[in-house]
């Protein structure tokens, strides 16, 4: 903190035996430099601080983000914590999500209106693109690129693409905004910011388990959550009643009536899809309970979804938008 003093000079008295000082006169003025979160105060003694924003703590004379996960102020309902500037959020994981794995394929977990949650491996070969999530009502697709090697697959890379042909790529490593895939900014997961661009606003965090979160919403649309996790990407989206008919490995699952669990006898039922073709039949299969979720068997999975249909060819949905196009980024 940068404070401006005073010098005051002594006073001597006329017997010299007895030399005093006069006390200090109290500061009036102080340098701000406390950041954008805060403001530098002066109190009646003269002593200088930092008055911060609710959710801010003055840290050696700057205005930082308070981090409320590490006290895990979440219930038990909402137990996934996940801090942003100045405050924080508590998750459900409720509506379609895939999370991490270390010895198996990518997992995914989807809830659908008024069903039990629904727990499924999803088996890629590396490099294969697949669609997670695109929804009509609001023009938007998520695609992921997987990765693998003999025994393991993951997820490597997703990419948004907003009806106004904005895109977002995210890498293990950091975040690129751009138009139709030509890179316009490179965002790196290290900082605690919020940035928007056209029209997705994205809030750069971390959550109680250090992974690095990236929250986007999209404007009048739901919000979908990205996070990275030794080498690999998860993705989520909670707000399922704001998608209309919405398809992909995790949006086909979510539609109201994409399945129905009957918990008394263990079954799914669904309209399941006859592999390599466009066409669905209605029927029955056993399903396990495990661990709060119902889990479907990895060679039951190709007939709940339409597997080839949602392959793709890249990681965004190019729109006829020009590439000369150039959308500021603002750091908000």
Known sequence: MKLFTFSFASAVFAQQESRYFDPPEPSTTC???CG???ACVVDA??????????????????????????????????????????S???????????????????HFKVTAPGQPTLCFN???????????????????????????DEKHSWIDEVGLTTNSGTTVKFSTENIILGKNGIEQLTLLYNKIDEWEFADVF????????????????????????????KNQLGFEVSESEL????????????????????????TIKSKFWLPGTSQQITTTMPIVKKKGCYTLDKNNVKFLLPVEDLRRPSLFEIREVSPKMIIPAVEK
């Open 122 to 148: 999803f088996q890629s070969g590396a490099g294969d693109i697949f669609t997670l999530l695109k929804d009509e009502l609001h023009d938007f697709t998520v695609n992921a690129k997987f990765g693998g």
């Open 88 to 106: 924080y959020s508590c998750s459900t994981m409720a509506g379609g999500s895939s999370y991490f794995n270390v010895y198996a394929d990518p």
């Open 243 to 266: 998608l209309n008919e919405p398809k992909g490995i995790v949006g086909t699952l979510m539609a109201g009536d994409a399945y129905t669990i009957d918990e008394i006898k263990d």
């Open 45 to 86: 003694a003269g002593n200088s601080y930092c008055s911060c924003d609710a959710g801010y703590e003055d840290i050696a004379g700057t205005c930082l983000d308070i981090d409320e996960c590490l006290t895990s102020p979440c219930p038990a309902s909402k137990p996934v914590c996940v801090n942003t500037l100045g």
């Open 202 to 229: 994205i809030q750069r965090n971390h959550d109680s388990h250090g992974k690095h979160v990236a929250l986007v919403h999209l404007r009048d649309g739901p919000t979908m959550r990205v996070h990275v996790h």
């Open 31 to 33: 340098v701000d430099d």
């Open 36 to 38: 954008l979160y805060g």
